[in-house]
């Protein structure tokens, strides 16, 4: 299991917000919990140092432009970057130093999956640079994906099928459990249950995670399998319920011994 940190920027400022408040509609109805003084250089310059690699920058909106161009440029090759990600401007990411593109809406289409865009976006970076976002929310016993912003569902729910076909076009999934992000209220235990046992390729986990006890929490649903973002909780995002020095101690624990590879399990 590996600790994957993250670069939220919103308006062009690195922010930590309750996903399930980000919408158009009602601008005003977002709830922030923390905002930077620092720019989105210092924290990936942060995760350079400690070699965190496979953390994501996600663009919330427009005018994030530059604050992601910035963050690249001071970890080349260690972050994936996503927002607004599609088969015309995938291919400057990775030029300004991603190593993976993260896509959602762009690979759906009126609540269904486009599978052309899919198609595109698989001939235009490669399979290897594709992560896709499957961000989800729960609607009667299962998970549904979400797109634009996680406001709006899909009619593909989180499942093994769905993770089976999508597997076979990207390199890894980033889910967030958009219902629970940002609130510091404890992971989501059904969905952690559902990722262990159906994912095929590296999957990084977000939601919810309040402390340490979380994080261990994770490693032991997903037996090693999924790795984790922590955003609100962290003391460098303004949170008191884990350190950055924790997640990392933590990180480099788990990464003395290889994890279980997720076709070798179960």
Known sequence: ??????????????????????????????????????????????????????????????????????????????????????????????????????????????????????????????????VLDLSCRKKGGDYYIVTDRWQKFTDVTISPETLMEFGKCCDEFLIHAADVEGKCAGVEIDLLEKLSAWVTIPVTYAGGVRNFADLELIDKIGRGRLDATIGSALDIFGGSGITYREAVAFHTSRCLTPDPSPEKVG
Not at 17 to 27: K, M, Q, R, Y
Not at 31 to 42: I, M, V
Not at 48 to 57: A, F, K, Q
Request: contains cysteine.
């Open 1 to 130: 299991m590996k600790f994957r940190p993250c670069i939220d920027l919103h308006n062009g400022k690195v922010k930590q917000i309750v996903g399930s408040t980000l919408s158009d509609e009602d601008p005003g109805g977002l709830q922030t919990n923390f905002t930077a003084d620092k720019p989105s250089s210092w924290f990936a310059e942060l995760y350079r140092g400690d070699n965190l690699t496979g953390g994501h920058v996600i663009m919330l909106g427009a005018g994030n432009e530059g604050a992601a161009v910035e963050a690249l440029a001071a970890w080349p090759g260690g972050l994936q970057i996503g927002g607004g990600i599609t088969p015309d401007n995938a291919r400057f990411w990775l030029e300004m130093g991603a190593s993976h593109v993260i896509v959602t809406s762009c690979v759906f289409k009126d609540g269904k999956i486009d599978r052309d865009c899919l198609a595109r976006l698989v001939r235009t970076v490669g399979r290897g640079q594709l």
